[in-house]
C-alpha cells in the first residue's frame, strides 16, 4: 500500500494499462515523446479505436498550475478495457509522466491544451504507430477535453469513419465563460472543426455539472448529421462503462 501512494499519476496510470493487458509505447510526436498503450485484437478488424483522454489535473487550484497533468482516475483507460476491438490509447504532449521533458512547458496543459502544437503532435504521434501497425479505419473516442480533441484529429485523417465523445467539451469559449475561467489562448475551438463525411455520436450525462448538457448538447446538435443523447442520471464520469457496449455496437462497421 506504502508503494502504491508514492507511485506517481504516470506509473500509476502504467500500472493500471498494464494490468488491462495493455501494452505500453512511447510515440514521437513532432519533438514530444507521447506514453501511449495499444492492445491488439483477434476480430481481424481493419479499424483501430483511437482513445484520448479528459484534461487530468492542469490546474491544482484556481490559482495554481499542476506541476503534473496526468489524469488521476483515467476513465478512457477503463472503456478501453472493455472494447474488443484492435485499441490505441494515445497520449498527450508533457503528460503521464514527461511534463518536465525538454519543450514541455504549462501552457501546453493549461491554456494551449489544444493548441495546433498539441493537435499537431498526435497527429504526427497517431501517423507514426499507423506506419507499423497499418488499420484501413479509424474510429476517435475522447472524454471532456478529450473529446475536444478527437474532433480536432478526426478532421486530419481522411480514413475517419465515426467520433463518439462522451461529455466533450465541444466549445471551448462556452466552456470557460459558463464556469468563470479565463479563455483559453492559443487553443482551437473543436466547434469549428469540419466534418468530411465522417458519423458523429456525442454523450452527455444529464447530472453533468462539468460539462453541462444544457450547454454544450446545442452545439453537439448543431453539427450536422450527430446524434445526441442525453443520459439520465449519468454526471461527468459516472457510469460510462454500464453504457459503453451500447455505445460501441452503434458504430460503423
Known amino acids: 500500500m506504502t508503494l502504491a501512494a508514492c507511485a506517481t499519476p ?9 494490468d488491462l493487458g495493455f501494452r505500453p509505447l512511447e510515440l514521437q510526436g513532432l519533438g514530444f515523446r507521447l506514453a501511449s498503450f495499444y492492445k491488439a485484437s483477434a476480430l481481424g478488424t481493419p479499424i483501430l479505436h483511437v482513445y484520448l483522454e479528459g484534461d487530468g489535473l492542469p490546474w491544482a487550484s484556481r490559482t495554481r498550475i499542476s506541476p503534473d497533468p496526468t489524469p488521476r482516475h483515467p476513465l478512457m483507460l477503463g472503456l478501453m478495457g472493455l472494447d474488443e476491438s484492435a485499441a490505441l ?10 511534463a518536465a521533458d525538454p ?3 504549462a501552457p501546453l496543459w493549461t491554456h494551449r491544451r489544444y493548441a ?13 504507430f499507423q506506419a507499423v501497425q497499418p488499420y484501413e479505419y ?36 462556452l466552456f470557460a465563460e459558463h464556469h468563470g475561467y479565463s479563455p483559453l489562448e492559443g487553443s482551437l475551438n473543436p466547434n469549428r472543426s469540419k466534418n468530411p463525411g465522417f458519423a458523429e455520436f456525442h454523450y452527455f450525462g444529464e ?9 454544450l448538447a446545442p452545439v453537439a446538435r448543431a453539427r450536422p448529421g450527430a446524434i445526441v443523447k ?8 459516472c457510469c460510462w462503462e454500464k453504457v459503453w457496449p451500447e455505445i460501441l455496437a452503434r458504430l460503423p462497421r
Open 138 to 173: 479509424l474510429v476517435f473516442f475522447g472524454h471532456s477535453g478529450g473529446g475536444a480533441l478527437a474532433l480536432l484529429l478526426a478532421e486530419r485523417f481522411p480514413e475517419t469513419r465515426a467520433v463518439a465523445t462522451i461529455a466533450g467539451n465541444l466549445d471551448i469559449r
Open 230 to 237: 442525453v443520459i439520465p442520471g449519468f454526471d461527468h464520469r
Open 116 to 128: 495546433p502544437e498539441v493537435v499537431d503532435s498526435l497527429a504526427a504521434g497517431l501517423r507514426a
Open 89 to 98: 490509447y494515445l497520449g498527450r504532449p508533457c503528460y503521464h509522466g514527461h
Open 207 to 215: 447530472n453533468d455539472a462539468t460539462v453541462p448538457p444544457e450547454l
Open 10 to 18: 504516470g506509473e500509476r496510470l502504467t500500472r493500471q494499462a498494464v
Open 103 to 105: 519543450g514541455c512547458t
